[in-house]
């Protein structure tokens, strides 16, 4: 840096000298200003007239002064304006203007100081073959602005159509010329016609051709940014992306910029704060009269957390983005380059939530709250994430989904969080399409929920599954118009009743759930009762104690002999100690689906107690109860009556005689009798 004010101050005097300038302590002070305006160590208007021009430099204002009558009117340039340029051997360059006294300077020198060298350009040789002069980039406008927030109309900032780059895009994976640059661009230009073509062959090369340098990023040492290190060795970091982009965009004749800035990538920290140097490097290329953004590191692929391991996995999202989402990681450090309007202040970038490229490709569109950090009301925090197709959803809470109630919407989902321990807490949501076969979810979104009390009355069971309740998922196995929309059911007296429409060829299992209960099995499965009407099903549950239950449903096909498959669950909450309702009667094979019981509900019956009966059953020619003595029951307008004493026995039997011309009967129920 020293070396290059002494070579600026040395020129500016001998050329403030030959335009027979009185002061040669001036070239000292412009020299000063010039390498202090470009190094960014003063981005706002100075006194001396500096006013950015757009594109990361800075231009100067016409100094004032006044007429003789005390107006004030701007001085003309002199003509006799000379201009010298030169290159350091790091890559600087610096181009000096000397104005005699009372002129205004037409331009400040370009100063560029990069994360790594930049090449020079060659002055001879083959290294200047094919390149095409492109005009000088001019600095956004109001035609290149958009608004924000995001608009949700497309992704883009700019009509693609991907399928039309389909054979574009077959053809730049292919080629493999590493010699030259411009040998390079020369290739990929055979198939690209318009800017746009041009365009899409330079990225798609490098996503699939450039690798991130780990090495390099841990060891500066051993790292180039040149263009031309960058081919021939296929890897670097974002600067070097970030250059080779520029450089083969500007040998196709297509005017590029190299920005830098802030980044929400490797090492964000949620709510963290951005001071220092510029972390991240990305380019702007101008398209059909605009300008528009995109990062062909991160279209590249990823990096393990532990930052040891680059895999090649293309991210179509940070090809021409939309400037609105864009903004969600990428902070230019000239905020003209945001390309919206209004722009964010480094505060906003700071306290916006982070939404991924993930986020959006899956067809999100807005989440809430819109902040990072979140802080519990009365011990509870809710999301919730609206889309515009059918989404699956999941999350992590510390690392689990225990203390949270998640429920699917037609177009997004809702979760509430009841953290069980103050402080800080890492909420992650998971997301993947309805129809993906696969079963993984990608991450999404993050949050940190900050929790200053706890609601101990919201602890989950261990066995709630999420998402919760009732959704379009449910729907699309089969389970329609619920009793119940809501993810949870409270009851005072602990029985609830629970009514779906059923599709067709559809069978039905479900048991309960508790953390507080040493439920069997069976007994899980006999605290619920079925009942079928038609394609009506009824699932009648007594809770055994007061607490809180989970409800699991499952399904299958009549026709498949398999197993069940999981479907959804409710959470049951019931505060009533008192409760204590008993299981229902155990039911055997020859109980048939459509069967029905009226009474008695209950599978415990009273000692030396007349009991009445009442049943519905079809099909059957006699129906008996075994206790102590044998008891028929009467058909009567389809129901089965009579009575049963339970004296002097402990199990009492429901048999059934299917044919009459059958000397044989089968158990359907079975009920226990209490001990005296």
């Given at each position: 840096?020293?070396?290059?004010?002494?070579?600026?101050?040395?020129?500016?005097?001998?050329?403030?000298?030959?335009?027979?300038?009185?002061?040669?302590?001036?070239?000292?002070?412009?020299?000063?200003?010039?390498?202090?305006?470009?190094?960014?160590?003063?981005?706002?208007?100075?006194?001396?007239?500096?006013?950015?021009?757009?594109?990361?430099?800075?231009?100067?204002?016409?100094?004032?002064?006044?007429?003789?009558?005390?107006?004030?009117?701007?001085?003309?340039?002199?003509?006799?304006?000379?201009?010298?340029?030169?290159?350091?051997?790091?890559?600087?360059?610096?181009?000096?203007?000397?104005?005699?006294?009372?002129?205004?300077?037409?331009?400040?020198?370009?100063?560029?100081?990069?994360?790594?060298?930049?090449?020079?350009?060659?002055?001879?040789?083959?290294?200047?073959?094919?390149?095409?002069?492109?005009?000088?980039?001019?600095?956004?406008?109001?035609?290149?602005?958009?608004?924000?927030?995001?608009?949700?109309?497309?992704?883009?900032?700019?009509?693609?159509?991907?399928?039309q780059f389909e054979k574009l895009d077959a053809y730049a994976l292919k080629v493999n010329v590493k010699n030259s640059v411009e040998e390079l661009v020369k290739a990929l230009l055979k198939q690209a016609r318009t800017d746009l073509e041009k365009v899409r062959a330079i990225w798609m090369w490098i996503c699939h051709h450039i690798e991130y340098d780990i090495v390099g990023y841990h060891n500066k040492s051993q790292l180039s940014s040149k263009p031309i290190d960058v081919l021939q060795t296929g890897?670097?970091?974002?600067?070097?992306?970030?250059?080779?982009?520029?450089?083969?965009?500007?040998?196709?004749?297509?005017?590029?910029?190299?920005?830098?800035?802030?980044?929400?990538?490797?090492?964000?920290?949620?709510?963290?704060?951005?001071?220092?140097?510029?972390?991240?490097?990305?380019?702007?290329?101008?398209?059909?009269?605009?300008?528009?953004?995109?990062?062909?590191?991160?279209?590249?692929?990823?990096?393990?957390?532990?930052?040891?391991?680059?895999?090649?996995?293309?991210?179509?999202?940070?090809?021409?983005?939309?400037?609105?989402?864009?903004?969600?990681?990428?902070?230019?450090?000239?905020?003209?380059?945001?390309?919206?309007?209004?722009?964010?202040?480094?505060?906003?970038?700071?306290?916006?939530?982070?939404?991924?490229?993930?986020?959006?490709?899956?067809?999100?569109?807005?989440?809430?709250?819109?902040?990072?950090?979140?802080?519990?009301?009365?011990?509870?925090?809710?999301?919730?994430?609206?889309?515009?197709?059918?989404?699956?959803?999941?999350?992590?809470?510390?690392?689990?989904?225990?203390?949270?109630?998640m429920t699917l919407k037609k177009h997004g989902m809702k979760l509430d969080i009841y953290p069980q321990k103050t402080g800080s807490h890492k909420l992650q949501i998971f997301a993947k399409p309805s129809k993906a076969s696969e079963e993984v979810y990608n991450c999404v979104l993050e949050y940190v929920v900050e929790c200053k009390s706890v609601d101990k009355a919201m602890r989950f069971p261990k066995d709630l599954h999420q998402p919760v309740g009732p959704s379009w998922f449910t729907e699309r196995q089969g389970f329609l118009r619920p009793s119940h929309p809501d993810p949870i059911i409270h009851t005072n007296d602990g029985r609830c009743s629970v009514t779906f429409t059923l599709g067709k060829d559809i069978s039905v299992l479900a048991s309960l759930h508790s953390d507080d209960s040493s439920l069997t099995e069976d007994m899980r499965r006999r605290h619920i009762m079925q009942i079928h009407r038609g394609n009506q099903i009824e699932l009648k549950i007594h809770l055994p104690h007061a607490g809180n239950f989970v409800l699991k449903i499952y399904a299958k096909k009549k026709s498949d002999p398999g197993n069940y498959d999981y479907i959804f669950n409710y959470l049951i909450t019931c505060l009533n100690t008192e409760v204590k309702w008993p299981a229902f009667p155990q039911?055997?094979?020859?109980?048939?689906?459509?069967?029905?019981?009226?009474?008695?509900?209950?599978?415990?019956?009273?000692?030396?107690?007349?009991?009445?009966?009442?049943?519905?059953?079809?099909?059957?020619?006699?129906?008996?109860?075994?206790?102590?003595?044998?008891?028929?029951?009467?058909?009567?307008?389809?129901?089965?009556?009579?009575?049963?004493?339970t004296s002097g026995c402990r199990e009492v039997f429901v048999m059934v005689h299917e044919n009459a011309n059958h000397s044989f009967y089968s158990h359907v129920l079975k009920y226990e009798v209490e001990t005296q």
């Open positions: 840096m020293g070396n290059v004010r002494s070579f600026c101050i040395a020129w500016a005097r001998r050329l403030c000298q030959s335009c027979g300038s009185e002061d040669e302590g001036k070239a000292d002070n412009l020299a000063h200003v010039e390498v202090g305006a470009v190094t960014g160590q003063d981005r706002q208007p100075s006194s001396t007239g500096l006013q950015d021009d757009g594109n990361g430099n800075c231009r100067s204002q016409p100094p004032q002064g006044k007429d003789l009558n005390g107006q004030r009117v701007s001085r003309k340039p002199c003509e006799r304006t000379q201009a010298v340029t030169s290159y350091s051997n790091e890559g600087t360059q610096v181009t000096v203007e000397i104005h005699p006294k009372d002129t205004t300077p037409q331009l400040f020198k370009k100063l560029s100081f990069g994360k790594g060298p930049r090449r020079l350009p060659s002055l001879r040789g083959q290294d200047n073959k094919g390149f095409q002069r492109t005009k000088a980039p001019q600095p956004p406008g109001g035609k290149d602005l958009h608004t924000y927030p995001w608009d949700k109309s497309s992704l883009k900032s700019m009509p693609v159509d991907l399928q890897k670097s970091i974002c600067e070097g992306y970030a250059g080779l982009f520029e450089q083969m965009c500007s040998i196709a004749g297509i005017q590029c910029m190299k920005l830098s800035g802030y980044s929400k990538g490797y090492e964000y920290k949620m709510g963290q704060t951005f001071t220092g140097d510029s972390d991240h490097a990305w380019n702007a290329v101008y398209l059909d009269g605009r300008w528009h953004l995109l990062d062909s590191t991160w279209g590249s692929g990823v990096v393990d957390d532990s930052f040891t391991k680059f895999t090649f996995r293309y991210n179509e999202f940070y090809f021409l983005t939309h400037p609105a989402l864009f903004i969600n990681n990428h902070f230019p450090d000239n905020r003209n380059w945001q390309l919206l309007k209004p722009t964010l202040t480094l505060k906003d970038f700071e306290n916006n939530m982070l939404h991924n490229s993930n986020f959006y490709m899956l067809g999100l569109l807005t989440a809430h709250p819109e902040t990072a950090v979140i802080h519990t009301v009365n011990g509870k925090a809710s999301v919730s994430v609206d889309c515009r197709s059918a989404t699956l959803f999941m999350f992590k809470l510390k690392g689990t989904d225990e203390h949270g109630l039911s055997y094979s020859k109980w048939a689906e459509d069967y029905e019981i009226l009474e008695p509900l209950s599978g415990l019956l009273p000692a030396n107690r007349n009991v009445q009966f009442k049943l519905k059953m079809h099909g059957i020619a006699k129906v008996l109860v075994q206790a102590e003595n044998t008891y028929p029951l009467t058909q009567s307008r389809g129901y089965w009556e009579g009575t049963c004493n």
